[in-house]
């Protein structure tokens, strides 16, 4: 059994529902969800002008293989409407595995640790609020969170 962490985020249609959606079907589809953090209002990132979104992130156990848990991430935002025309253009969800137990991976397909997971707030901040003692290398998720603008997110209740 591999403890993992994922993150998800919508910016198009019903964005909360979207993350709803996706994280049931994860749980069902063999990913078992054990805890979430709330929603947050999130400026989008990149070079395309779109909607703001809705991120989340999740820490699950899963009996999955890691590129069997990709394909299941890649399956549930396809099911959901996920259609893929822009790097980093607006997205129905998007499900991206941040952590796998302490494993590391660097294939074509997966890089685990999520290769951008220490710079980005609108990951860190929902991470830090289930899993702040999370340490990927020599630091905390906490102690990554510190040392990033916060500023373009928001809790949303």
């Not at 999955?64 to 990709?70: E, R, S, V």
Request: with cysteine; hydrophobic share 45%; glycine share 8%.
């Amino acid at each position: 059994m591999a403890r993992v962490t994922l993150g998800l985020g919508s910016n198009l249609g019903d964005k909360r529902g979207n993350i709803a959606k996706a994280l049931s079907a994860l749980d069902t589809g063999g990913a078992r969800i054990l805890t979430r953090s709330a929603d947050y209002h999130t400026e989008p990132w990149g070079p395309v002008a779109q909607d703001w979104f809705v991120n989340a992130c999740a820490v699950a156990d899963t009996e999955l293989a890691p590129n069997d848990l990709l394909a299941l991430c890649l399956r549930v935002e396809r099911e959901l409407g996920r259609v893929r025309e822009v790097k980093w253009g607006p997205r129905v969800i998007d499900i991206d595995i941040l952590t796998y137990s302490d494993l590391e991976v660097n294939t074509p397909s997966l890089t685990l640790p999520h290769p951008y997971l220490a710079e980005r707030a609108f990951v860190l901040g929902p991470l830090a609020e289930i899993a702040p003692d999370l340490k990927l290398g020599q630091k905390t998720v906490a102690d990554m969170l510190a040392n990033v603008n916060c500023s373009d997110i928001t809790k949303l209740t």
